[in-house]
């Protein structure tokens, strides 16, 4: 059974740099048929896709154009884990961001999610 | 970038009764990878259809997705009171979702 779990701060400052991170479990960040997600959730702006990273004979990224400036997603194989940056956030930037799985298995449906973690941008 | 647009905005409906909700793209969309999801309050989302029109692991066969090019469609047959949600399309995990339909009882 695969499993997601996040960690990281609830609360950045204005202009710092937001980070999270997703610990996998029953699975492989490395694995040639997944790809590993961050997606955030607001009221203002519905559910937004970010950025993924993946393993296909290398690592590739990619990011949304809303975010492409500011995101860094990383891969972590001696953790098996991945990780978002995203940088010089403001109050819009505050949303419940998770962490999510796409599996060619399941036509890249992202059919595994974290728990989400709520970050408020505030000083 | 391919927008999507969810109609309608929210469906009040009984237990028992169907639901069909519609998510239209501006840009023709493969099927292979179109995917729609549910959400409950303090929840993820949770995968319901990928490829279009197969459903995930549990999800019940009231349940079904349709479509081709830039016009989709989830279709639930019988509400049950579990089914009452938001819902949301995507066309592939890399895109942005649709804005959503909530499906509240009447």
């Known amino acids: 059974q695969v499993q997601l779990q996040q960690s990281g701060p609830g609360l950045v400052k204005p202009s710092q740099t937001l980070s999270l991170t997703c610990v996998i479990s029953?699975?492989?960040?490395?694995?040639?048929?997944?790809?590993w997600n961050w997606i955030r959730q607001s009221p203002s702006r519905g559910l937004e896709w970010l950025g993924r990273?993946?393993?296909?004979?290398?690592?590739?990224?990619e990011y949304a154009v809303s975010v492409n400036s500011r995101i860094v997603v990383n891969p972590d194989t001696t953790r098996n884990q991945f990780s978002l940056q995203l940088k010089s956030v403001t109050p819009e930037d505050t949303a419940v961001y998770y962490c999510?799985?796409?599996?060619?298995?399941?036509?890249?449906?992202?059919?595994?999610w974290g728990q989400g973690t709520t970050v408020i941008v505030s000083s | 970038e391919n927008v999507l647009t969810q109609s309608p905005g929210s469906l009040s409906l009984s237990p028992g009764e169907r639901a069909a909700l519609s998510c239209r793209t501006n840009?023709?969309?493969?099927?292979?990878?179109f995917a729609w999801y549910q959400q409950k309050p303090g929840q993820p989302p949770r995968l319901l259809i990928y490829?279009?029109?197969t459903r995930a692991t549990g999800v019940p066969d009231r349940f079904r997705g349709s479509g081709s090019g830039k016009d989709f469609t989830l279709t639930i047959s019988r509400l049950e009171p579990e089914d009452f949600a938001v819902y949301y399309c995507?066309?592939?995990?890399?895109?942005?979702f649709g804005q959503g339909t909530k499906v509240e009882i009447k």
């Open positions: 840009q023709s969309t493969s099927i292979a990878y």
């Open positions: 995507q066309p592939h995990a890399g895109a942005a």
């Open positions: 490829g279009t029109s």
């Open positions: 990273t993946y393993y296909r004979s290398k690592w590739d990224t």
């Open positions: 999510a799985r796409a599996t060619v298995k399941k036509g890249y449906g992202l059919d595994v």
């Open positions: 029953g699975d492989s960040v490395s694995s040639n048929s997944a790809t």
